[in-house]
């Protein structure tokens, strides 16, 4: 069976940073490109980042390009985010998702996410 | 970027009737690379639909998608009461490096 577990949301100041992880199994996650996306209160899904399986290749929204960082250890099975310099606007529920090529696609397996907040 | 539209904004239908859904893109979504996703509230999207027309894992016939190019359908032959949710679609047929772009989402509502 499929699991992805997010963790590391929680309250942040303005200009502050977090990294969320995502941990997987049921799968060979080194075969597979991992997504983030996020969603703010009330409000659709938006994209954010993307990581090829080997992790070689990454893909970032405008939104927060030069802010986030994308990773993956493929010995760990986890995917990383690291956010700095947020925003109020970064506020959402950020869901990791697993593509389902090496390249991303579509998810076809979502964790359940965790709730950034960011506000002073 | 692929901007993808999704009408009517909500649906009020009652169990047991037909629903159809519509995305339509800003330009045409290469080999129809369209999918459709399910999210109750407080929960995660479920894939229901990918390649605008083969249904993901487990996924009841009673959901299908259609269409190309730039015009999508998700259907829902006949309601069932856990079908009444938000529905978006999502492309990813653009050209490489380019994002993946969501639809604003349809709500399918118990009328």
């Known amino acids: 069976e499929v699991q992805l577990v997010e963790s590391g949301g929680g309250l942040v100041q303005p200009g502050g940073s977090l990294r969320l992880s995502c941990a997987a199994s049921g799968f060979t996650f080194s075969n597979n490109a991992m997504s983030w996306v996020r969603q703010a209160p009330g409000k659709g899904l938006e994209w954010v980042s993307a990581t090829s399986s080997s992790g070689s290749i990454t893909y970032y929204a405008d939104s927060v390009k030069g802010r986030f960082t994308i990773s993956r250890d493929n010995s760990k099975n986890t995917l990383y985010l690291q956010m700095n310099s947020l925003r109020a606007e970064d506020t959402a529920v950020y869901y990791c998702?697993?593509?389902?090529?090496?390249?991303?696609?579509?998810?076809?397996?979502w964790g359940q996410g965790t709730l950034v907040t960011v506000s002073s | 970027e692929i901007v993808l539209t999704q009408s009517p904004g909500t649906l009020s239908l009652s169990p047991g009737e037909r629903a159809t859904l519509s995305c339509r893109a800003s330009?045409?979504?290469?080999?129809?690379?369209l999918a459709w996703y399910q999210q109750k509230p407080g929960q995660a999207p479920r894939l229901l639909i990918y390649g605008a027309s083969s249904r993901a894992t487990g996924i009841p016939d009673r959901f299908g998608g259609s269409g190309s190019g730039t015009d999508f359908t998700l259907t829902i032959s006949r309601l069932e009461p856990e079908d009444f949710a938000l529905y978006y679609c999502?492309?990813?047929?653009?050209?490489?490096?380019?994002?993946?772009?969501f639809g604003g989402g349809t709500k399918v509502e118990i009328k």
């Open positions: 330009q045409s979504v290469s080999h129809n690379y």
């Open positions: 999502q492309q990813y047929g653009g050209s490489p490096g380019s994002p993946l772009t």
């Open positions: 998702a697993k593509n389902s090529g090496w390249y991303w696609n579509f998810g076809d397996y």
